[in-house]
């Protein structure tokens, strides 16, 4: 049987077509590329960034910011000492763009100026910080990412 030009393209992006499907349906149904968003309600969250900026700038603002460092004892958050401890509140919000499972919320409760996350609740890799937190009733947020080994 002798194959002509036309028979053999039809074939060839057949044969390519079925490559591309098998790959679409195996990312797919693997729970191990789940493809995830960072933020569940996206525009909800883009409709108040004006005011999310905002508390961005105040953090920025400050003269003594908060400082977040990575210890043995997990992760360490130290807000500026011209600061009532027992005043401040919020929460840092912790997130691994990677996994959202792994994802937790913290209150803000301090009775002196540093904040322990415990390295037990962390998983080695990216974390994303957000900490939303308020003093004297002016709002803060402050974002980092960290790496934890």
Do not use: C
């Not at 807000?79 to 401890?85: D, G, N, S, T």
């Not at 840092?92 to 390295?119: A, E, G, M």
């Amino acid at each position: 049987m002798k194959i002509n030009w036309g028979t053999g393209l039809v074939i060839a992006i057949a044969l390519f077509m079925s490559f591309i499907l098998y790959f679409v349906i195996k990312v797919q149904s693997n729970s191990k590329y789940d493809n995830e968003l960072v933020v569940e309600e996206y525009y909800k969250h883009d409709a108040r960034f004006q005011e999310e900026m905002e508390r961005v700038q105040n953090a920025q603002d400050l003269d003594q910011k908060p400082i977040i460092t990575k210890t043995e004892e997990g992760i360490t958050i130290e807000f500026p000492q011209e600061f009532k401890a027992n005043q401040i509140t919020g929460t840092v919000s912790l997130y691994r763009p990677s996994n959202k499972k792994l994802d937790f919320d913290t209150p803000i409760s301090l009775s002196n100026p540093t904040l322990l996350i415990p390295k037990s609740k962390l998983v080695g890799g990216q974390w994303g910080i957000n900490m939303e937190w308020q003093y004297d009733g002016k709002k803060y947020l402050t974002k980092e990412p960290i790496y934890i080994n």
